[in-house]
């Protein structure tokens, strides 16, 4: 099919909404554990449901993932890719940084992203091309050169499996990001840490991961505000990416530098304690 993302983006922006109203009313209610120290509430069920539904009826020859129940149907190369509820555990306690992810994947690269913060009451709203606005303004990424003037969000640490050993590179990147940045965050979220990027009130994010739900809609975002997003090399990033690197363009060579120092770090402690 022809790719129309001002046709797309609407209905996008409408299946957030559906998703926004359901979490600011709705309580967690009964949580389900998906592993060690992780886990899924009611709601994060409630509102892939309604959303998945919702996208079915709007856009049936479009393909669509979800976090919690994965692919439901194929589409003819395009994707949505949804998080219900990004940063469950913050959602859990009461804590706002949280938000809905839904971003539109057409051969392994986003062109429709939108993401809300609904506790924060701001949404951020892109399509290729089109730039990203926050609550119908247009925004910038920031233009932070030096890493000692940069604020630098990191990813989650890992739990379940081999979460000690998967533990060791980003135990490590905190470590070499202390002694070079102004100030380490971690907000337990991939879309508010891609949205903050693109909205200037960090200078980059770092995620040692990369999960299509979790990334989509907020790396389309990021790069339309200017920011520069990468794989863990510096090579563009895609859906199929290892890592998540996203920052002002000035940036981003010295953060990859210094994530190739880490991950020298993590693999000499993994020998060392061999």
């Known amino acids: 099919m022809t790719l129309d993302t001002w046709t797309l983006l609407p209905i996008a922006d409408h299946a957030v909404t559906i998703a926004s109203e359901i979490i600011r009313t709705t309580a967690p209610g009964v949580i389900t554990a998906k592993g060690d120290r992780d886990m899924a509430t009611e709601v994060d069920y409630a509102v892939e449901h309604a959303v998945r539904e919702f996208l079915s009826r709007e856009?049936?020859?479009i393909g669509f993932l979800g976090e919690e129940e994965g692919v439901s149907r194929?589409?003819?190369g395009l994707?949505?890719?949804f998080d219900p509820v990004d940063g469950t555990a913050s959602f859990l306690h009461g804590i706002p940084l949280c938000g809905v992810s839904l971003g539109l994947v057409d051969k392994d690269m986003p062109r429709v992203g939108v993401i809300d913060l609904p506790f924060l009451g701001t949404r951020y709203t892109a399509a290729e091309g089109a730039g990203v606005q926050a609550d119908g303004v247009e925004i910038q990424a920031g233009d932070t050169r030096d890493l000692d003037a940069a604020i630098v969000s990191i990813g989650d640490y890992a739990v379940g499996n081999d979460a000690q050993e998967r533990n060791r590179p980003?135990?490590?990147?905190?470590?070499e990001l202390a002694a070079r940045v102004q100030r380490v965050r971690m907000y337990g979220s991939a879309a508010v840490d891609l949205a903050w990027v693109a909205h200037g009130k960090t200078d980059?994010?770092?995620m040692l991961s990369n999960n299509p739900w979790d990334t989509a809609a907020g790396v389309l975002i990021a790069r339309e505000a200017g920011a520069a997003v990468v794989d863990i090399d510096g090579s563009p990033h895609s859906m199929s990416s290892l890592a998540t690197i996203a920052a002002g363009p000035e940036l981003v060579a010295d953060l990859v530098e210094l994530i190739a120092e880490a991950q020298k770090i993590a693999k000499h402690s993994l020998r060392s304690a061999e």
């Not at 980003?170 to 470590?175: G, V």
């Open 59 to 61: 856009t049936p020859e």
């Open 74 to 76: 194929t589409g003819n």
């Open 79 to 81: 994707m949505w890719a």
């Open 170 to 175: 980003r135990l490590a990147l905190t470590h």
């Open 204 to 206: 980059a994010c770092i």
